[in-house]
């Protein structure tokens, strides 16, 4: 099937080269939103980016299907749900290096890299990037999500349009509320509600010259 990337940033970069080299799909070009677009940019990555306005002349749903790549939560929902009301599938990627079982239910326009691992009996969302992340297994993650090399214990519920930053944890059976950050090493032990933002604390400067700093024990 022929793609069309919507996005021309670096996760429309990432698709193309995945998509090219990591699945039996073709893509034929990029599009975005006329208001976002440069009026300069005819071609991203030497393929032909039109306003997503005019898509469907140039690139008609019968004959094409779209991979939403924008980085942001609720722009990827927003874009994904808009082209599939005018008529377009989304596709998904899941890399042939993620560790994934036969089982995996995907929603549309998911995205998973090859660094993620996925146990058995794991849902997965509509529009869901998963970068790195480890899922355990019974866990559901919602739809709108992104997770950057997360930690998701078993029979977890990860609510939609939820963000996870590098090294978070959430704990085994964990029921993350809607829309919440989980920054960067963060652990999470207890259920959370809609909208809520946690952090880990930040690493402190020491004063200290690091050549005298010792490595290891003499």
Not at 25 to 43: Q, W
Not at 61 to 69: K, N, P
Not at 149 to 162: E, F, N, P, V, W
Request: hydrophobic share 40%; net charge neutral.
């Amino acid at each position: 099937m022929r793609i069309i990337i919507f996005g021309i940033g670096s996760q429309a970069e990432l698709a193309y080269y995945l998509f090219t080299h990591d699945s039996p799909h073709e893509v034929v070009g990029f599009c975005l939103d006329r208001a976002f677009l440069p009026a300069d940019m005819t071609t991203f990555c030497h393929l032909p980016v039109v306003a997503a306005e005019d898509l469907s002349e140039l690139f008609p749903a019968s004959t094409h299907q779209l991979h939403i790549a924008l980085g942001r939560n609720n722009a990827r929902a927003a874009a994904s749900a808009r082209m599939q009301d005018q008529g377009y599938q989304c596709a998904s990627y899941v890399c042939s290096k993620a560790q994934v079982w036969k089982d995996l239910v995907l929603g549309k326009n998911a995205f998973v890299d090859q660094g993620t691992r996925i146990h058995p009996f794991v849902t997965i969302g509509d529009n869901a990037v998963l970068v790195g992340a480890s899922i355990g297994h019974h866990a559901t993650v919602g739809h709108n999500v992104l997770a950057s090399l997360a930690y998701i214990g078993a029979k977890s519920t990860i609510g939609d349009g939820c963000y996870l930053g590098m090294n978070c944890v959430i704990r085994e059976g964990i029921r993350l509320g809607k829309n919440n950050i989980i920054g960067a090493g963060a652990c999470i032990t207890e259920d959370t509600e809609d909208n809520a933002v946690f952090s880990a604390p930040r690493s402190r400067k020491r004063t200290v010259d690091p050549a005298r700093v010792a490595f290891f024990r003499k």
